[in-house]
């Protein structure tokens, strides 16, 4: 079987940095997705890794350690309209964790 | 950016009526779809992978009879979910990829099914 697992909800301020961790075990692995989602609206892709090591895109960096089966999504200089679900997810068909729900205070 | 459309948005309908969800990609060809339920406060919770010209196949607990689905071209992928009741009510989503495990899915802004 497939699992991926995520804390359920993490509280920051704005302007700080946070870590969403996700350990998963999957059959067959291909890479691990990050994904957000806003109340009401459709996953949104972020980002993705394939092979270990740090992958950065703007205010978000994700980073995966195969060996570990664990990956991060890391978020800096956080904004109130960061406040949303976060998911990771692996598989050759996307398996998601359970999200994350990120609430940014100011 | 690759581009995944879904429609209808919304549908609101009675129960033992037949819903029918289209989903398009709209600048690649999708050779697999994927057909997602959430429920309020919940994560995506797979249905079925859709490959075109061939048999949807169907996650565990999914009624393959009540959740038809048809991926008859590289663009193209449809559920219908028939005689739906209020259980069924819940944002369903698709999201197509090119068919290679490395290349990221796209989603669909989702269609939210209210049956009553």
């Known amino acids: 079987g497939q699992s991926l697992e995520q804390p359920s909800e993490v509280t920051a301020v704005e302007g700080a940095i946070v870590q969403i961790n996700c350990t998963y075990q999957?059959?067959?692995?291909?890479?691990l997705s990050w994904y957000q989602q806003h109340d009401g609206g459709a996953p949104t892709f972020l980002s993705y890794?394939?092979?270990?090591g740090l992958e950065e895109t703007g205010r978000f960096s994700s980073f995966l350690s195969r060996s570990d089966s664990y990956g991060y999504l890391l978020l800096q200089e956080l904004q109130m309209k960061d406040s949303a679900s976060y998911f990771c997810?692996?598989?050759?068909?996307?398996?998601f964790g359970q999200g994350t729900e990120l609430s940014v205070k100011p | 950016g690759a581009v995944v459309s879904q429609h209808p948005s919304w549908v609101i309908c009675k129960s033992g009526t037949s819903v029918k969800i289209e989903c398009r990609s709209l600048?690649?060809?999708?050779?697999?779809m994927f057909w997602y339920r959430q429920f309020p406060k919940q994560s995506l919770m797979l249905m079925a992978t859709?490959?075109?010209?061939?048999?949807?196949?169907?996650e565990q607990g999914v009624e393959k009879d009540k959740f038809l689905i048809n991926h008859a071209s590289l663009t193209l992928s449809t559920l219908t979910v028939t005689s739906a009741h209020p259980e069924d009510s819940s944002f369903y989503i698709c999201?197509?990829?090119?068919?290679?495990?490395?290349?990221?899915?796209?989603f669909g802004d989702g269609t939210r099914l209210s049956i009553l």
């Open positions: 600048d690649f060809q999708a050779t697999t």
């Open positions: 999201s197509a990829s090119g068919g290679q495990p490395n290349q990221p899915q796209h």
């Open positions: 999957t059959s067959g692995f291909y890479g």
């Open positions: 890794n394939g092979l270990d």
């Open positions: 997810a692996a598989g050759g068909k996307l398996i």
């Open positions: 859709s490959n075109e010209g061939s048999k949807a196949t169907y």
